[in-house]
């Protein structure tokens, strides 16, 4: 069941969700790996003045240095350029993100109305002192706290940025290291949960199944509307009326199957049988028949990423720095 606006709306697949999950890891992961580390070789106001003084050529030392360091080669010294650093801050912040977004899932599914996800099992942990019977999502708890705190530490290195001044400024730039310290602390505890978590996943179809059932063959009335406007009396009004039928019938506590009588009987007062057969109306009224293109998406996503990943280790091969 696909939600929206946390409703019911159309059928899925869990498929589909877990590789938009993927699919915004990967992005976490590209903007990490795009990350770039230049050296920093300016000297005490960036102008190398003492380097110069020594008979030393600056830019070819600072690539020597590079090299050795494994660090990239910078253009020019950045002690008040800070774009370096803020791009490292957002890309961790993007991590802890990419991570919520799952651990957000899990927790609303894992819960025991829904009941369509569980985290991995282990002794002890999300157990209730108080409460015995509890099974609590701990690691998703852990994963969402990082990514609602990361936000905050990686807009104080951006405003640190933005207070730059003169050549090396003082406390804005004092206030970069901590933020950062902390980003690197919650993406790593972030991906080391998320990890565990996607390893150990309990995923329960039987319950898709029944969370799918309760909203019944209304799930596919945008399908009917489409399909059955064009040939109906009374054209799209026709078919309208028919779904506001089995509306009513919902909204008055009828169940799933009462809803699909009312439903099929009121559509087949504007459909004529010659025109959709009774096992074409039936399959309309499948939710399972209506998941659009989702395998072709979660195949699409998983091309992307597996030539992305491909591309991007390439170049690497026999180029990672000796330290």
């Known amino acids: 069941m696909a939600r929206t606006l946390a409703q019911h709306s159309l059928p899925s697949s869990f498929g589909l969700k877990a590789a938009n999950w993927l699919q915004g890891v990967a992005h976490a992961e590209a903007r990490l790996a795009e990350l770039r580390f230049p050296v920093q070789c300016g000297g005490a106001a960036g102008t190398n003045a003492s380097l110069v003084a020594l008979g030393a050529e600056p830019a070819t030392l600072a690539s020597d240095w590079a090299r050795r360091a494994g660090l990239g080669a910078a253009v020019a010294p ?42 991995p099992l282990a002794a002890g942990r999300g157990v209730s002192s108080a409460m015995p019977q509890k099974q609590n999502p ?48 919650l993406a790593s505890g972030a991906a080391a949960a998320l990890r565990e978590l996607a390893e150990g996943l309990r995923v329960f179809p039987e319950r898709m199944r029944a969370n799918l059932a309760l909203s019944g063959p209304l799930l596919t009335s945008e399908r009917i509307m489409l399909e059955l406007a064009p040939v109906a009396d009374g054209g799209r009004e026709g078919v309208q009326s028919a779904v506001d039928a089995a509306i009513g019938a919902a909204r008055d506590g009828a169940g799933p199957d009462e809803q699909a009588r009312v439903l099929r009987e009121a559509l087949r007062g504007v459909v004529r049988p010659e025109t959709v057969s009774e096992e074409r109306l039936e399959e309309l009224l499948d939710p399972a028949g209506y998941r659009g293109d989702a395998a072709g998406i979660v195949d699409r996503i998983l091309a992307d990423y597996e030539a992305t990943v491909a591309q991007r280790r390439e170049p690497l091969r026999g180029q990672l720095p000796r330290v």
Do not use: K, Y
């Open 78 to 119: 950045w002690q008040s350029f800070r774009g370096p650093v803020t791009d490292l801050a957002h890309a961790l912040a993007a991590a802890c993100t990419a991570a919520g977004h799952v651990a957000n899932d899990v927790m609303l599914l894992s819960r025991p109305e829904i009941g369509e996800l569980g985290e």
């Open 138 to 185: 701990a690691l998703s708890t852990l994963i969402r706290s990082a990514a609602l705190q990361a936000p905050a530490h990686a807009a104080q290195v951006e405003l640190a940025a933005a207070l730059s001044e003169d050549e090396r400024t003082g406390g804005a730039w004092h206030t970069e290291w901590p933020a950062l310290r902390t980003l690197l602390r």
